[in-house]
C-alpha cells in the first residue's frame, strides 16, 4: 500500500490535548450555568452520552487556543502533513469543539465527532474510520482501552501516553503498535496540585493556642494539631476545586499555567476523586475535635466553595472572602482546643488579613502592570484599580497594628503578661514589617499569596523570630 494513501487518524481527548473536553465543558458549565449544566445532565440518564455532549457544547464555547496540546503528536501530525498523506481528526468529543481545534491548528483534512445521535466511541468510531478508509487503511493514534476496537481495523497502533493496561491488550491481540510517549510519574504533579506549601497557612490554627497560653497542654497542643491536619487536607480541596474552575485563567497566567491540572499533567478525572477523598479525610479527623470545630470547619469548605464559583470575581467581595478565610482558621483553632475567641485576637485578625487579601490583589495587578495587559481573566479588577487596591490594603494592616496596640493596655493583657509595657516593642517592628512586605509587592517580587511569602521570606522569619522573643521576655 502506497504509504501517502494511508491516513494518520488522530484522537483528540488524552492524545492531541492531554485534557478531556467533555470533563472541561461540564466544569465550565457548572462555573457558567450550574442550573442548566444540572439539566445537561441529568440528560446523559434519560437520553445518552451523545446527548450530553451535546447538550454541553451548546452551554459552552471552550477557549481552544489554550488547551493543553501534546507536541509529540503535533509534531507526528505535521510530518504526515509534509508527506502528503490524510490528516484525520477522529473524536468522541462533540463535533463542534473538534471542528474548532481543527481550524485552530491547520492541520487536518476531515474532521469526525459525536453529534446529538452518535456517541462517536469505540465501535461507532471503528464503522466510521474503517468506512471512509477501508479495513487496515489507516494508522490511528490514541491512548485509552476503549480505542482497542479502533486499533483492530488500523494497519498500525500509535499509543501515545498510553493508560494502564493499554500496551498488553495491544501485545495480546497481536496488534503491531508503536508507542510515541509515556506518561511521566505523577505523583510529584499530584502533589503540586494538593499545593502542601500553603498549608502553611493553617499554621493559624495554633495562634489562639500561644495566645491562651496553652503551649505546654498536651491535650491542647493535639487539638491544635489534628485542626493543623483538617485544614490542610481540606484546604488541598479547596484548591483543585478552584484549579478545576480556573482552567482557562491559569492557562493564560505566567506561573500558573504550570499548574497540574492546567497543563495536564494529571487527567481532569482524577480532581473530583481526590476532593472527595481530601475531604472525608478531614472531616474523619474533625470527628475527633469538639463538634463546634467541625462546623468551622465545614463553613470554611462552603466558603471556600463560594469564592471558587462566584465570590472570586466579584472586587471586594474578593478580598473579603479571602480575609474571612483565614479568620475562619484562627476562629477553628479556638475551637479545636476548647477555648472563647478572643475579641482583640480576631480584630487584629481581621484587620490585617484584610491587608494581606488586598496585598495578594495588588501583587496581580502589579504583575499585570508589568506585563502590559490590563485585565486578569477570572478577576473583577482591571489595572486601574491599583491605587484603589493599595489605598485599601495598607491602612486596613496599620488598623492591625492599633489593634495590638489598644489590646497592650486592656485590662485582659495583665492577666496574661507580667511585663506587657514590653509587648510596644511588636508595634513598630510590624509596622516596619508591613511597609517592607507593600514595598516588595510594589517592585513586584511578591509571591501569590503574601501569608506564604510572609512566612518564608527571611526576612519576615527575622521579624517573626523578633516578635517572638518580645512575648517571651514580656510573660
Not at 123 to 130: D, F, G, I, R, S
Not at 307 to 335: N, Q
Not at 428 to 451: C, E, F, K, N, Q
Request: charged share 15%.
Amino acid at each position: 500500500m502506497d504509504e501517502t494513501s494511508v491516513a494518520l487518524c488522530i484522537d483528540l481527548d488524552g492524545t492531541l490535548v492531554r485534557s478531556d473536553l467533555l470533563v472541561e465543558s461540564t466544569l465550565r458549565a457548572i462555573k457558567d450555568q450550574p442550573v442548566a449544566a444540572l439539566g445537561a445532565v441529568m440528560g446523559l440518564f434519560t437520553q445518552g452520552r451523545a446527548h450530553l455532549k451535546q447538550g454541553l457544547a451548546n452551554l459552552v464555547n471552550l477557549r481552544v487556543d489554550l488547551l493543553p496540546y501534546n507536541p509529540a503528536v503535533l509534531a507526528l501530525a505535521k510530518t504526515a502533513k509534509a508527506a502528503g498523506r490524510p490528516v484525520v481528526l477522529a473524536t468522541a468529543s462533540n463535533r463542534k469543539y473538534a471542528e474548532q481545534v481543527a481550524q485552530h491548528l491547520g492541520l487536518f483534512d476531515a474532521v469526525y465527532g459525536s453529534d446529538e445521535t452518535t456517541n462517536l466511541c469505540s465501535h461507532a468510531k471503528a464503522e466510521q474510520l474503517v468506512l471512509h478508509y477501508g479495513e487496515g487503511g489507516f494508522d490511528y493514534a490514541a491512548d485509552a482501552a476503549k480505542d482497542v476496537e479502533v486499533w483492530r481495523h488500523a494497519r498500525r497502533a500509535i499509543v501515545v501516553d498510553p493508560q494502564p493496561g493499554v500496551l498488553s491488550s495491544l501485545s495480546r491481540l497481536g496488534i503491531p503498535h508503536d508507542v510515541l510517549s509515556r506518561p511521566g510519574s505523577r505523583l510529584a504533579p499530584l502533589l503540586r496540585a494538593l499545593r502542601p506549601h500553603q498549608w502553611i497557612k493553617n499554621a493559624l490554627v495554633f495562634l489562639p493556642l500561644v495566645a491562651a497560653h496553652l503551649y505546654l497542654d498536651p491535650p491542647a497542643i493535639l487539638g491544635a494539631v489534628l485542626a493543623f491536619l483538617c485544614f490542610s487536607l481540606v484546604a488541598s480541596a479547596g484548591y483543585i476545586i478552584n484549579d478545576l474552575l480556573d482552567l482557562d485563567a491559569d492557562r493564560q497566567h505566567v506561573r500558573k499555567q504550570r499548574r497540574p491540572f492546567a497543563c495536564g499533567a494529571i487527567p481532569l478525572t482524577w480532581g473530583p476523586l481526590l476532593i472527595v477523598g481530601l475531604t472525608a479525610g478531614g472531616v474523619a479527623i474533625a470527628a475527633l475535635l469538639p463538634p463546634l470545630f467541625l462546623l468551622v470547619l465545614l463553613a470554611y469548605f462552603v466558603t471556600t466553595l463560594a469564592y471558587s464559583l462566584h465570590l472570586k470575581r466579584r472586587p471586594t467581595l474578593d478580598v473579603m472572602t479571602l480575609a474571612g478565610l483565614y479568620t475562619l482558621r484562627v476562629i477553628g483553632g479556638t475551637a479545636a482546643i476548647g477555648v472563647a475567641p478572643s475579641f482583640w485576637l480576631l480584630a487584629f485578625s481581621m484587620f490585617l488579613f484584610l491587608s494581606l487579601a488586598y496585598l495578594k490583589r495588588y501583587a496581580e495587578l502589579e504583575a499585570l502592570v508589568r506585563s502590559g495587559r490590563d485585565w486578569a481573566s477570572g478577576r473583577g479588577y482591571t489595572v486601574t484599580d491599583i491605587e484603589l487596591v493599595r489605598g485599601l490594603g495598607i491602612p486596613a494592616g496599620y488598623c492591625a497594628v492599633m489593634v495590638l496596640a489598644l489590646y497592650i493596655n486592656s485590662p485582659e493583657v495583665r492577666v496574661l503578661y507580667q511585663h506587657p509595657a514590653v509587648i510596644w516593642l511588636i508595634c513598630p517592628v510590624l509596622l516596619y514589617w508591613m511597609a517592607r512586605t507593600w514595598s516588595i509587592a510594589h517592585r513586584g517580587l511578591m509571591h501569590d499569596d503574601p501569608l506564604v511569602f510572609a512566612v518564608a521570606n527571611r526576612g519576615s522569619q527575622v521579624i517573626l523570630l523578633v516578635c517572638a522573643l518580645i512575648l517571651w521576655f514580656a510573660i
